[in-house]
């Protein structure tokens, strides 16, 4: 691991993150007033066009480079924190969300892609505006009653794949072990003169993940031994040495494998799926495909640990819960590739949307790629090599680290042998939709 | 009146009043001049109703961060007749923060110096940190019972919980003289809890492991709890 003092100075900076946060609030609040008051053509319309085809394909890659980065600049922490200090009441985070936090977040983001597809919300610029008042809503509520940012941490529905997908990127933020062995302040958590302590809950001293660690920076600006330390790692270094692996996040992973096996299927079959899942009542046709598609990876992936289990002697949950993690490098390879083909699909809407919305130009321009047909099956078929080889290779190294030499093959084939079927499916859907 | 309920009145005011307009401005403005009318106004509405929900939410709060002010008091002088606090978690560190914040609250509500109240809320997060990361099997779920005493001139924590034998008293000890790169990664919250604390007790009774931990007062003339 190699550290980068320029981002620890960033983070310390009193400057950040407000820099980015006032830009995207901005930002957002034209978003708001387009979705609501501006074109009802989603294509054309610039809160549509800005938050499905750049936003959203940003944050798979932006998790992949900076882990969290997003919800140190995200506007809606901002709005949490302005109400918190208005009228906050601080009160404790009830039991039920941090006894089931981690299962309501994957459940609530269930829940949400399904309304995107149930509702068509991408393709709707009244749908979009009323989903992100409604999340304003949340995190109002949640800022004007409990304590720090109890929305981020147990109930925002992108926490969960953010959390797992951060965990593959290149950044990580640790304290330094030797500093935080002399320390009785604690500033990072309880807060000190910078500010406020860690908004996620997180005590930066024994911090080993970055699930839930949004960069904001509010523990070095409080540390008074200089501890932090933001270091460059390899990519999914982390999933092969999580001391404690958590079986939400190995679902977590199953789950997400299996809503973009359907995000896909929708591509390839959008003329005849609706038809075919029940003509007239296709919304309960899709709702059942949906759930369905959703538990067949968890499925596939107990039989995966079942066959590992026979062969290692350990339980089907452990081999469950420690190769679940394997299977998220290729999972964010194939989210990169599905929202990318959105923004490369459709690229050029952006500067036409946000001319339109100037009033500068009206005319939709002829070709609204970015690039061809066969330039996305490239991009598409280099995330997916990557994402092979880097599921791989952490199923190894989490073999490696769990079990004897001799069990250690024998383990990892059922689930090399998932993340093959995963992707290979999913080449498959996008070779079909080319 | 208001300023005495809230001495941050002006400040907050002023927060509240650039969120408000910064989200209603630009859809106002529009008004009537929207592309559409029959658009216009169902957007405009669909953002009066969000509008009306949140400003609904945001006077409940502060109705009640007023009320909870008023028996704040009250609750505070109650609380301090107790001097004990049990808490039920479970084998997560996520669970740390939580129980950091409330042994905070309690040991402030008890009027202890601030230097104790942040030692006796380190020495319970390194407690409960050594006890979530080493003594559980892998993906284990189980619940730990703690309870924090606050005695005549110390505070007593108790952890009680059904798990493998984990002796404290016998984990390896870390000599910090060893290059950086020598030092272990493991074994630095019993190591710190060492550093932490007066005394360190074990027992185990039948499946359950009863971990103790006293940490004495620094004797500073004040902080005694009443």
Same mark, same amino acid.
């Given at each position: 691991?190699?550290? %980068?003092?320029?981002?620890?100075?960033?983070?310390?900076?009193?400057?950040?993150?407000?820099?980015?946060?006032?830009?995207?609030?901005?930002?957002?609040?034209?978003? =708001?007033?387009?979705?609501?008051?501006?074109?009802?053509?989603?294509?054309?319309?610039?809160?549509?066009?800005?938050?499905?085809?750049?936003?959203?394909?940003?944050?798979?890659?932006?998790?992949?480079?900076?882990?969290?980065?997003?919800?140190?600049?995200?506007?809606?922490?901002?709005?949490?924190?302005?109400?918190?200090?208005?009228?906050?009441?601080?009160?404790?985070?009830?039991?039920?969300?941090?006894?089931?936090?981690?299962?309501? %977040?994957?459940?609530?983001?269930?829940?949400?892609?399904?309304?995107?597809?149930?509702?068509?919300?991408?393709?709707?610029?009244?749908?979009?505006?009323?989903?992100?008042?409604?999340? +304003?809503?949340?995190?109002?509520?949640?800022?004007?009653?409990?304590?720090?940012?109890?929305?981020?941490?147990?109930?925002?529905?992108?926490?969960?794949?953010?959390?797992?997908?951060?965990?593959?990127?290149?950044?990580?933020?640790?304290?330094?072990?030797?500093?935080?062995?002399?320390?009785?302040?604690?500033?990072?958590?309880?807060?000190?003169?910078?500010?406020?302590?860690?908004?996620?809950?997180?005590?930066?001293?024994?911090?080993?993940?970055?699930?839930?660690?949004?960069? *904001?920076?509010?523990?070095?600006?409080?540390?008074?031994?200089?501890?932090?330390?933001?270091?460059?790692?390899?990519?999914?270094?982390?999933?092969?040495?999580?001391?404690?692996?958590?079986?939400?996040?190995?679902? &977590?992973?199953?789950?997400?494998?299996?809503?973009?096996?359907?995000?896909?299927?929708?591509?390839?079959?959008?003329?005849?799926?609706?038809?075919?899942?029940?003509?007239?009542?296709?919304? #309960?046709?899709?709702?059942?495909?949906?759930? /369905?598609?959703?538990?067949?990876?968890?499925?596939?992936?107990?039989?995966?640990?079942?066959?590992?289990?026979?062969?290692?002697?350990?339980?089907?949950?452990?081999?469950?819960?420690?190769?679940?993690?394997? &299977?998220?490098?290729?999972?964010?390879?194939?989210?990169?590739?599905?929202?990318?083909?959105?923004?490369?699909?459709?690229?050029?809407?952006?500067?036409?949307?946000?001319?339109?919305?100037?009033? &500068?130009?009206?005319?939709?321009?002829?070709?609204?790629?970015?690039? $061809?047909?066969?330039? %996305?099956?490239?991009?598409?078929?280099?995330?997916?090599?990557?994402?092979?080889?880097?599921?791989?290779?952490?199923?190894?190294?989490?073999?490696?680290?769990?079990?004897?030499?001799?069990?250690?093959?024998?383990?990892?084939?059922?689930?090399?042998?998932?993340?093959?079927?995963? @992707?290979?499916?999913?080449? #498959?859907?996008?070779?079909?939709?080319? | 009146?208001?300023?005495?309920?809230?001495?941050?009145?002006?400040?907050? #005011?002023?927060? &509240?009043?650039?969120?408000?307009?910064?989200?209603? @401005?630009?859809?106002?403005?529009?008004?009537?001049?929207?592309?559409?009318? @029959?658009?216009?106004?169902?957007?405009?509405?669909?953002?009066?109703?969000?509008?009306?929900?949140?400003?609904?939410?945001?006077?409940?709060?502060?109705?009640?961060?007023? $009320?909870?002010?008023?028996?704040?008091?009250?609750?505070?002088?109650?609380?301090?007749?107790?001097?004990?606090?049990?808490?039920?978690?479970?084998?997560?560190? +996520?669970?740390?923060?939580?129980?950091?914040?409330?042994?905070?609250?309690?040991?402030?509500?008890?009027?202890?110096?601030?230097?104790?109240?942040?030692?006796? *809320?380190?020495?319970?997060?390194?407690?409960?940190?050594?006890?979530?990361?080493?003594?559980?099997?892998?993906?284990?779920?189980?619940?730990?019972?703690?309870?924090?005493?606050?005695?005549?001139?110390?505070?007593? /924590?108790?952890?009680?919980?059904?798990?493998?034998?984990?002796?404290?008293?016998?984990?390896?000890? %870390?000599?910090?003289?060893?290059?950086?790169?020598?030092?272990?990664?493991? $074994?630095?919250? =019993?190591?710190?809890?060492?550093?932490?604390?007066?005394? =360190?007790?074990?027992?185990?009774?039948?499946?359950?492991?009863?971990?103790?931990?006293?940490?004495?007062?620094?004797?500073?003339?004040? $902080?005694?709890?009443?």
């Amino acid at each position: 691991m190699k550290e %980068i003092p320029v981002v620890k100075t960033v983070l310390a900076s009193r400057l950040y993150p407000a820099v980015l946060q006032w830009p995207t609030l901005i930002f957002f609040v034209l978003i =708001i007033y387009s979705l609501l008051h501006g074109a009802s053509d989603a294509e054309k319309n610039f809160g549509t066009v800005v938050t499905w085809f750049l936003w959203w394909p940003a944050l798979g890659v932006m998790f992949l480079l900076a882990g969290r980065i997003w919800c140190a600049t995200c506007p809606f922490s901002l709005i949490s924190d302005w109400v918190q200090k208005a009228v906050g009441n601080h009160l404790p985070v009830p039991k039920l969300l941090r006894r089931q936090g981690s299962w309501l %977040i994957p459940a609530l983001f269930i829940l949400l892609t399904w309304c995107e597809d149930f509702f068509d919300i991408v393709h709707s610029t009244l749908a979009t505006g009323v989903l992100l008042l409604a999340i +304003i809503t949340g995190v109002v509520a949640s800022g004007a009653f409990f304590e720090r940012r109890t929305w981020c941490r147990y109930l925002c529905p992108l926490g969960g794949m953010a959390g797992i997908y951060s965990r593959v990127g290149f950044l990580q933020l640790r304290g330094a072990h030797d500093k935080c062995i002399k320390c009785n302040s604690v500033e990072c958590y309880k807060g000190g003169k910078a500010g406020p302590g860690c908004p996620m809950f997180e005590f930066p001293r024994i911090l080993d993940s970055s699930t839930n660690c949004n960069l *904001c920076g509010t523990c070095v600006k409080n540390c008074p031994n200089d501890s932090l330390v933001v270091a460059l790692r390899a990519p999914s270094r982390e999933l092969w040495s999580v001391n404690k692996p958590r079986i939400e996040e190995s679902f &977590l992973a199953a789950v997400m494998a299996g809503l973009l096996v359907v995000l896909n299927s929708l591509e390839v079959a959008k003329d005849w799926l609706p038809a075919f899942l029940g003509g007239g009542s296709a919304r #309960l046709g899709f709702t059942i495909f949906y759930f /369905f598609s959703l538990c067949i990876p968890v499925l596939l992936m107990l039989l995966a640990a079942k066959l590992a289990s026979s062969h290692n002697g350990t339980t089907t949950r452990t081999n469950f819960v420690r190769f679940g993690y394997a &299977l998220i490098p290729v999972v964010l390879a194939a989210h990169i590739g599905h929202t990318g083909r959105e923004f490369l699909e459709k690229g050029m809407l952006i500067p036409f949307s946000i001319k339109s919305f100037l009033g &500068l130009e009206t005319q939709m321009p002829g070709s609204v790629s970015l690039l $061809g047909d066969e330039g %996305i099956l490239v991009v598409h078929l280099l995330l997916y090599g990557a994402g092979i080889l880097l599921s791989c290779y952490t199923a190894w190294r989490i073999a490696r680290a769990s079990y004897k030499p001799e069990k250690r093959v024998g383990s990892m084939i059922p689930f090399v042998a998932l993340i093959a079927i995963f @992707a290979g499916l999913n080449i #498959l859907l996008v070779l079909s939709a080319e | 009146m208001i300023r005495s309920f809230n001495p941050h009145f002006k400040e907050h #005011l002023k927060a &509240l009043t650039l969120l408000t307009l910064l989200i209603t @401005a630009p859809v106002l403005a529009s008004g009537e001049a929207s592309a559409s009318q @029959a658009r216009g106004v169902s957007g405009l509405s669909i953002f009066l109703w969000f509008a009306a929900i949140n400003m609904l939410i945001v006077t409940v709060a502060a109705v009640m961060k007023r $009320g909870a002010k008023s028996i704040t008091a009250k609750e505070a002088r109650h609380k301090r007749l107790e001097k004990t606090i049990t808490f039920t978690i479970r084998n997560d560190t +996520i669970e740390i923060g939580y129980l950091f914040d409330r042994t905070r609250e309690f040991a402030e509500d008890h009027e202890l110096p601030v230097k104790t109240v942040f030692d006796v *809320c380190l020495a319970l997060e390194e407690m409960v940190s050594y006890v979530i990361s080493n003594g559980f099997d892998e993906g284990e779920r189980a619940s730990l019972q703690v309870r924090v005493d606050l005695e005549k001139d110390q505070t007593r /924590f108790t952890v009680e919980y059904q798990g493998r034998t984990l002796n404290p008293l016998e984990a390896p000890k %870390i000599d910090i003289n060893l290059p950086i790169e020598d030092l272990p990664l493991e $074994g630095w919250d =019993i190591h710190l809890l060492r550093l932490l604390v007066d005394d =360190i007790g074990y027992e185990r009774s039948g499946e359950k492991n009863i971990f103790t931990v006293v940490k004495k007062w620094e004797v500073t003339g004040e $902080g005694t709890p009443r």
